[in-house]
Structures are given as C-alpha cells and as structure tokens.
Nanobody, 124 residues
Framework: QVQLVESGGGLVQSGGSLRLSCAAS????????MDWYRQAPGKERELVAK????????TYGDSVKGRFTISRDMAKNTVHLQMNSLKPEDTAVYYC?????????????????WGQGTQVTVSS
C-alpha cells in the first residue's frame, strides 16, 4: 500500500532551523494529502502542516504560521517541513501522515498512513 519514512529530526538550539523529510512509497497515487503532526509527552497530537496534492494547497497550525513551511517534491514523492525560528515548545515527535483519496479511484483503500516518527528537540 503506502509506506512513509521520516528523516531529519535531531537536536537544535532555540532560534535554529531544521528540515524534516517524509518519503512516500508504494501506491502513492492513492494519497490525497500529506501532513505533519507532532506530539509532545503528555500532550495531544496536533496538526502542524498539511499539503493537499490537488491544487498544492497548504495549511498550517496557528503555532507554527510564519515559521514552518511545507513543500512537496513531486518527482521523489517526498514532503518537507522546513522549520525556522525553532522554540523549545516545538520539541516533540513529528509524524508524517498521508490522507487517502476518497472516491477518485475505486482500487484505492481509504486508509490513513503514518510514519514511524522522528524526534525534534529544541534546547533553550
């Protein structure tokens, strides 16, 4: 079906930058959107950014607007999350997520996919 592999996480100082990548493989034609979520210990999972493939539309969570940018490399079926001006509160495990196409192709399962997650730690 679809496999998602994140990379690019690590340790960065406050105010620094980091770029996350999520490579999708398999039946990528069945993906309607790719997103980044994050979850800190004891916190609810939150949507960070979304890239809707049809129309290349992007949305961002309020807490990251103006600092994060999501983009897509169509040739590589990869989405990137460029994170600038990082803050300690950005510390979390970041998960790549794929939304399935619904109704466009009958052979596509309407299943959501998750990557394994990559740790981002921002020090003060």
């Amino acid at each position: 079906q679809v496999q998602l592999v994140e990379s690019g996480g690590g340790l960065v100082q406050s105010g620094g930058s980091l770029r996350l990548s999520c490579a999708a493989s398999g039946d990528t034609i069945c993906i309607a959107a790719m997103d980044w979520y994050r979850q800190a210990p004891g916190k609810e999972r939150e949507l960070v950014a979304k890239f809707v493939i049809s129309g290349s539309r992007t949305t961002y969570g309020d807490s990251v607007k103006g600092r994060f940018t999501i983009s897509r490399d169509m040739a590589k079926n990869t989405v990137h999350l460029q994170m600038n001006s990082l803050k300690p509160e950005d510390t979390a495990v970041y998960y790549c997520h794929a939304d399935p196409e619904r109704g466009r192709f009958h052979f596509c399962p309407e299943v959501e996919y998750w990557g394994q997650g990559t740790q981002v730690t921002v020090s003060s």
